[in-house]
């Protein structure tokens, strides 16, 4: 069955830090791979995604990922934290089983020190 | 500018009563879909439709109901069946042409219990 891990559920980083979130998942095919971020009481916002070509892709607010096959592995990565970057980050696999369905990590929670 | 409104934005429920969220979409998309948000479980999927007065059930539909009668509108019905529906719900859609399109979300409806 098709699954996505999110090992970690708090990290907590200082202001100007990089910062490194794991993700790993389980799925036959090419997956298609998403990260969101969603501040508290807020929907979640598409930070980026891969489906093929590079693997190494490149997001909003300064955000990459980079999808590791040999490793089953699309973490995502910052140079620099932000004390705005402070929210719960969503990995997701999408299009599973040959429908619309996606599945959803349960995600981490980041904290920023000043 | 397109985008996902979910409505109310904070929701009480009496005991045995049914409540209505609301989501409408201007966004053009075919697929839509209903998640259930609980803390440290990430996004569970409650129902999903692909095109008007077609959907299906998600992961954990029992106590909740739908309806596609329009393509922009998905309402998520949660009925005196559902024993436990004190959580944060979630509406998103993306396109029907093809399963890499990312999910676009709404802001949320958190429904609690009087």
């Known amino acids: 069955a098709q699954s996505v891990t999110q090992p970690d559920i708090h990290i907590t980083v200082s202001e100007g830090a990089s910062l490194e979130l794991r993700c790993n998942y389980s799925?036959?095919?090419?997956?298609?791979l998403f990260w969101y971020v969603q501040s508290p009481g807020q929907g979640l916002q598409l930070l980026l995604k891969?489906?093929?070509?590079?693997?190494l892709v490149q997001g909003i607010k300064g955000f990459e990922a980079e999808f590791k096959r040999s490793q089953s592995s699309f973490n995502l990565r910052k140079p620099s934290v932000h004390w705005s970057d402070a929210a719960e980050y969503f990995c997701?696999?999408?299009?599973?089983?040959?429908?619309?369905?996606?599945?959803f990590g349960t995600g981490t929670r980041l904290k920023v020190l000043a | 500018d397109g985008g996902i409104t979910q409505s109310p934005k904070y929701l009480f429920r009496k005991e045995g009563q049914n409540v209505t969220l609301s989501c409408e979409q201007n966004?053009?998309?075919?697929?839509m879909y209903w998640y259930r948000q609980d803390p440290g479980q990430g996004l569970r999927l409650i129902y999903y439709?692909?095109?008007?007065?077609?959907?299906q059930k998600g992961d954990i539909a029992e106590g909740y109901s739908v309806s596609r009668e329009k393509k922009e509108s998905f309402p998520l019905t949660v009925t005196s069946a559902q024993k436990n529906p004190t959580a944060f719900y979630l509406c998103?859609?993306?396109?029907?042409?093809?399963?890499?399109?990312?999910?676009?979300f709404g802001d949320g409806t958190r429904l609690s219990i009087l």
């Open positions: 998103a859609s993306s396109l029907g042409t093809g399963i890499r399109q990312p999910q676009h």
């Open positions: 799925y036959g095919a090419t997956p298609y």
């Open positions: 891969y489906f093929s070509g590079d693997t």
């Open positions: 997701a696999v999408g299009g599973t089983s040959g429908t619309y369905k996606y599945i």
């Open positions: 966004l053009n998309h075919d697929a």
């Open positions: 439709s692909q095109i008007v007065n077609d959907f």
